[in-house]
């Protein structure tokens, strides 16, 4: 019953102790994640994945977490760690298949002018060698419900809850997960079709721009 205990404390990370001393540990734990897998697969449902996102957007997503934990602020620390992280996405023994939702090209993550620049950068990953994204449209059926979880080869799945952090590593959960992202994976638009979709996002964010502009004019 211990070691049963034991290896459920180890699973499941409250983020009050994991980000105890503030967000630069947890972009510390998944380096060493990163570091250590040869395929890494990332749903997101909500945002854009972290190995993805550019300074602007990584800083607004980390202050928003920063003041919703009431987490020490290393803000500037944090952001450095995460951008620090995305060199592996040009490591030629590395593969990366990130999918998301269309929602991700929606929710605002700081303010348009951010999620511009954020969506210019989808826009040009694509296509980069070993890196697949893609997009599960709005409108496809709800065939699997999952939270946003990342995938470490065959041997570790991470789950992001809103308290903790749940570390899977039982090999027929994994399986089940490998099935799941197989399943999005197969309602995801890829290519030109993902990028005509972040185009209707990124045309939508000039609308608001051009808006707001006139407003203030």
């Excluded at 105890?20 to 854009?48: D, H």
């Excluded at 987490?71 to 951008?83: A, E, F, K, T």
């Excluded at 990130?98 to 826009?123: A, C, K, N, P």
Aim: cysteine-free.
């Amino acid at each position: 019953m211990l070691a049963t205990l034991h290896n459920i404390d180890a699973a499941y990370m409250e983020y009050r102790r994991l980000l105890s001393g503030g967000v630069k540990r947890g972009q510390q734990v998944a380096m060493k994640l990163e570091a250590a897998a040869t395929f890494i697969r990332n749903y997101e449902p909500q945002i854009v994945p972290g190995l993805l996102q550019t300074a602007d957007y990584a800083e607004a997503k980390l202050r928003s977490v920063i003041d919703f934990y009431r987490l020490p602020d290393d803000l500037d620390v944090g952001v450095s760690q995460r951008m620090e992280r995305q060199r592996i996405l040009y490591h030629r023994d590395r593969r990366f298949h990130f999918i998301i939702s269309e929602r991700s090209l929606y929710s605002t993550v700081g303010d348009d002018q951010v999620m511009v620049g954020q969506l210019d950068r989808l826009h040009s990953i694509i296509g980069m060698p070993r890196v697949l994204i893609g997009i599960v449209p709005l409108t496809a059926e709800a065939t699997v419900v999952v939270e946003n979880f990342l995938m470490f080869d065959n041997r570790m799945v991470k789950v992001e809850g809103h308290t903790a952090e749940l570390t899977i590593t039982q090999p027929r959960e994994i399986a089940l997960y490998g099935r799941a992202f197989d399943v999005l994976a197969g309602q995801a638009a890829t290519g030109e079709s993902a990028r005509s979709l972040i185009g209707t996002a990124l045309d939508q964010r000039h609308k608001e721009i051009r808006r707001d502009a006139h407003t203030d004019g």
